[in-house]
């Protein structure tokens, strides 16, 4: 049970109740992205509003472990009825503040979900542009 402190209150609230978990069938955006050193996996859906740009929900799939979890959890939170451009601004650091801290070896995890955020931002952007 040691490794269990190695997180936080926080990430451990996330991992057990990960908010925004699903997909969304018509998304407007959806990014994955994974790390085949570690093998987790995120999928990030967007339901984006194209007249004001804003994120009307967001949900994700994430296959890893309690750290992969908790930072998609996180990463949804923080970008939920933001407008894309402030989406594009969340970084890996933001999601690790917000979960009150990681572990440096799962640093990578917060790292997957910022990417996870910009992959379906680009494929927002992809659809839009067709």
């Keep these: 049970m040691e490794?269990?402190?190695?997180y936080t209150e926080k990430v451990m609230d996330h991992f057990?109740?990960?908010?925004?978990v699903g997909e969304i069938a018509?998304?407007?955006g959806v990014g994955t992205v994974g790390n085949a050193k570690c093998g987790d996996i995120m999928q990030i859906f967007l339901k984006i509003d194209d007249d004001t740009g804003v994120i009307e929900d967001v949900k994700f799939k994430t296959f890893g472990c309690g750290?992969?979890?908790a930072t998609s959890s996180m990463a949804t939170e923080l970008i939920k009825g933001k407008t894309v451009d402030e989406a594009l601004?969340?970084?890996n650091s933001a999601v690790v503040e917000a979960?009150?801290?990681l572990p440096p070896q799962k640093i990578h995890c917060s790292v997957l979900a910022e990417e996870a955020v910009k992959a379906a931002i680009d494929d927002y952007h992809k659809k839009k542009a067709e």
């Design 16 to 20: 057990q109740n990960p908010r925004n």
């Design 99 to 101: 979960l009150e801290g």
């Design 89 to 91: 601004q969340l970084t």
């Design 3 to 6: 490794e269990i402190k190695m």
């Design 26 to 28: 018509d998304a407007s």
């Design 67 to 69: 750290a992969a979890v």
